[in-house]
């Protein structure tokens, strides 16, 4: 099943690629059978959890038994149990002796802390015995919106090293490849804060999206939630309706609650993005023929701010009836964009213009400035019906989906990869990229890039993901590590392959 009870009771100034904040942690994925010193400490996670039925079940009543991850030390076999259907897990020891130990550890933060003194379902191998397991217990804590992962982990009798296998979850929420990337995004979101952990404010915009896209893409509307919690936490912070010093910051978030407008019908989503889109508008002006700036100490003028204020103020036209003013701004902003010279002779945007000059400054090619502007385009022709919007469109997305430097061995990479790790911002570049590809090739009749999409996707689900499902920067592979920047742009990129796939 993929829709648990949960969702029954619920709802640098001159290189913008550098961005202000410079993320700190980055979580390296564990080693697939890591050998790691016993643990102590203190956590949360370890208080009894009930839902379909309480921690502490027997296995042999589970209705599943799938194994998907273990581990091994000094001979002994450690193997993670799932019981799908019901939503548990247990952990057991093989090959062994006894007095040798298993147990289970349960995150909900995606495996960066867990319950370390609880050690649950902790045994012994029996007297007589050479294997053991635990009792089953709750992957998710659905009564307080904690998505679970679980590893087992395991000892011998005679020795202090523990081994514990990779971490891993059942099949709720997690059925197919999409919802899978959506859970495993879920595990970053902070419910205090509306945010998600392990990235930046910018970022956590395009992770709401990312989590809509998947519930209307899926159907799975079990983190619905998400979207009010963020939206009542974090209206007041910054400049207050999600607007800030960064004018593409705030073009992110009034994308983000157009989306939320879409899934739930309720105004003040869209109230909120106007009053984004508003706030763009007043930072545009001649400087350089037109467009707006990048932040408010007008220092730049660059193209995913300009990209963003296309595609919001179309959306809002496309959303408010009998309006022209986001209408005429629309158009004004794409004759402006598409004259100014950020389109290189390649069809390809660099990420600026030199205010000196007002010319193309010459600096990088990243993948989500390809990308947005398909997406604001194909607001456009919505709104419009012209259909040289979506000619310019395509000829963008032919130029970025065939280019050998944005696809070296046909897989989309941005500039410095895969010696880069990506930075805050870079991780989430190549998911935008994907979404506003699948727009465009929705609206195009013989839908193009499907097999672009779904190769991307078979590539990153092959080589660069772990066994929960978390992501990495590399779609080519390896992974590298995962937090929520990565697994946004993951996800984006699942959910524009399964909406390819659809038609």
């Known amino acids: ?58 296995p042999a009543l589970a209705a599943g038994d799938r194994s998907p991850v273990s581990a091994t030390i000094y001979s002994r076999q450690i193997a993670l149990h799932l019981d799908d259907a019901d939503d548990m897990a247990w952990g057991s020891i093989d090959n062994g002796n006894p007095a040798d130990e298993v147990w289970l550890d349960r995150s909900f933060d995606g495996g960066r802390s867990w319950s370390q003194g609880s050690k649950l379902g902790d045994t012994t191998v029996p007297t007589g015995q050479r294997g053991w397991r635990t ?74 999206t990312a989590i809509i896209d998947n519930i209307r893409i899926a159907g799975m509307g079990s983190y619905q939630y998400a979207v009010a919690t963020t939206y009542d936490a974090n209206r007041s912070a910054q400049g207050g309706n999600f607007r800030n010093d960064y004018l593409d910051d705030t073009g992110w978030w009034g994308l983000a609650w157009v989306d939320a407008y879409d899934l739930t019908g309720d105004t003040r989503y869209l109230d909120t993005a106007r009053a984004d889109a508003d706030w763009m508008t007043s930072y545009s002006d001649s400087v350089c023929g037109g467009g707006v700036w990048w932040r408010t100490q007008k220092d730049y003028k660059n193209a995913i ?22 209408l005429n701004r629309a158009k004004n902003e794409w ?9 290189n002779s390649a069809n390809l945007i660099n990420d600026g213009l030199d205010l000196s000059t007002c010319k193309n400054n010459g600096q990088p090619v990243y993948s ?29 997305a032919d130029a970025s989906t065939t280019n050998p430097a944005l696809n070296p061995n046909g897989i989309l990479a941005d500039p410095g990869e895969p010696q880069s790790n990506g930075g805050g911002d870079g991780p989430s570049f190549k998911g935008v990229y994907a ?30 993901r772990n066994a929960l499902d978390q992501y990495g920067y590399h779609w080519a592979g390896p ?18 392959a399964a909406a390819a796939s659809s038609g």
């Open 1 to 58: 099943m993929s829709i648990p009870r949960l969702a029954t009771g619920l709802q640098s100034p001159t290189r913008p690629s550098i961005r202000r904040f410079v993320r700190l942690l980055a979580t390296a994925s564990l080693a697939a059978t890591a050998t790691i010193p016993a643990l102590t400490g203190t956590s949360a996670a370890a208080a009894s959890i009930c839902d379909k039925y309480c921690d502490g079940r027997d």
């Open 135 to 208: 009792l089953m217990y709750n992957v998710d804590d659905w009564n307080n919106r904690g998505v679970g992962a679980v590893r087992a982990c395991g000892k011998a009798g005679d020795r202090a090293e523990v081994a514990c296998t990779p971490w891993a979850r059942t099949t709720w929420n997690a059925g197919n490849r999409s919802t899978a990337a959506a859970t495993a995004l879920m595990m970053y979101y902070d419910n205090g804060t509306g945010l998600w952990t392990t990235t930046n404010w910018w970022n956590s915009a395009n992770a709401l």
């Open 305 to 326: 701010a300009n990209e963003l204020y296309l595609q919001l103020t179309a959306a809002l036209h496309n959303r408010i009836p009998g309006d022209t003013a986001y």
């Open 335 to 343: 004759s402006w964009f598409k004259a100014s010279g950020m389109i």
């Open 368 to 396: 989500y400035n390809q990308g947005v502007v398909l997406n604001g385009l194909a607001e456009l022709y919505r709104a419009t019906g012209d259909s040289s919007l979506l000619t310019d469109a395509r000829r963008l």
């Open 435 to 464: 979404r506003g590809l699948a727009v465009l090739n929705k609206a195009l009749g013989d839908h193009p890039y499907t097999a672009y999409l779904n190769r991307q996707a078979d590539s990153a689900y092959a080589h660069d």
């Open 479 to 496: 992974l590298d590590s995962t937090d929520a920047a990565r697994q946004q742009s993951a996800l984006d990129l699942m959910n524009a």
